[in-house]
T-cell receptor, first 111, second 112 residues
Framework: GQQVMQIPQYQHVQEGEDFTTYCNSSTTLSNIQWYKQRPGGHPVFLIQLVKSGEVKKQKRLTFQFGEAKKNSSLHITATQTTDVGTYFC???????????FGTGTLLAVQP | DGGITQSPKYLFRKEGQNVTLSCEQN?????MYWYRQDPGQGLRLIYY???????QKGDIAEGYSVSREKKESFPLTVTSAQKNPTAFYLCASSIEGNTEAFFGQGTRLTVV
């Protein structure tokens, strides 16, 4: 079945450093979504990318969808302690477009 | 307020008992999902439903059952056949299968 992997599994940075997480799907995706889950919380939608090669920015966050629509990345510039959490990518899979989540990247930011 | 509600937030059960987790949404969404999350793990799909009276198994459906009799409701039953039921359970809904998902607050189930 379809698999969505993310690397790294865990990243610890000093506040102010940059951070990137990578998402790779075993199949081509019609779109890619990114979610953030704060410790103890539930996932919250951040953004959706649809077009091949698409790049979108949200303040310090930059999202990219690969040309082949099988991979994506999230880059955070100058991390802050409020960025702490687990970042998940997700894509629709199968004939019924069920939402399949990646394995997630846990980001820890040291002040 | 529109949203998706899970109850209860914390649930304790004895081993061998079935337990039903509630999930209700007033967003008029067609698609609904149940995910399981274990400590330090990602989200694994248990069941999903694209429309009323229809649902499909996800990757880890064994030991779980669902129903979708109303558009607003998608309860999940954790049966005694589930070997390791202690986990964080998240319900989500979306307009359709490939759009933004909204999550409930989750139910943390502990089986002793």
């Amino acid at each position: 079945g379809q698999q969505v992997m993310q690397i790294p599994q865990y990243q610890h940075v000093q506040e102010g450093e940059d951070f990137t997480t990578y998402c790779n799907s075993s199949t081509t995706l019609s779109n890619i979504q990114w979610y953030k889950q704060r410790p103890g919380g539930h996932p919250v939608f951040l953004i959706q990318l649809v077009k091949s090669g698409e790049v979108k920015k949200q303040k310090r966050l930059t999202f990219q969808f690969g040309e082949a629509k099988k991979n994506s990345s999230l880059h955070i510039t100058a991390t802050q302690t409020t960025d702490v959490g687990t970042y998940f990518c997700a894509g629709p899979g199968g004939a019924t477009n069920k939402l399949i989540f990646g394995t997630g990247t846990l980001l820890a930011v040291q002040p | 307020d529109g949203g998706i509600t899970q109850s209860p937030k914390y649930l304790f059960r004895k081993e061998g008992q079935n337990v039903t987790l509630s999930c209700e949404q007033n967003l008029n969404h067609d698609a609904m999902y149940w995910y399981r999350q274990d400590p330090g793990q990602g989200l694994r799909l248990i069941y999903y439903s694209q429309i009323v009276n229809d649902f499909q198994k996800g990757d880890i459906a064994e030991g779980y059952s669902v129903s979708r009799e109303k558009k607003e409701s998608f309860p999940l039953t954790v049966t005694s056949a589930q070997k390791n039921p202690t986990a964080f359970y998240l319900c989500a809904s979306s307009i359709e299968g490939n759009t933004e998902a909204f999550f409930g607050q989750g139910t943390r189930l502990t089986v002793v």
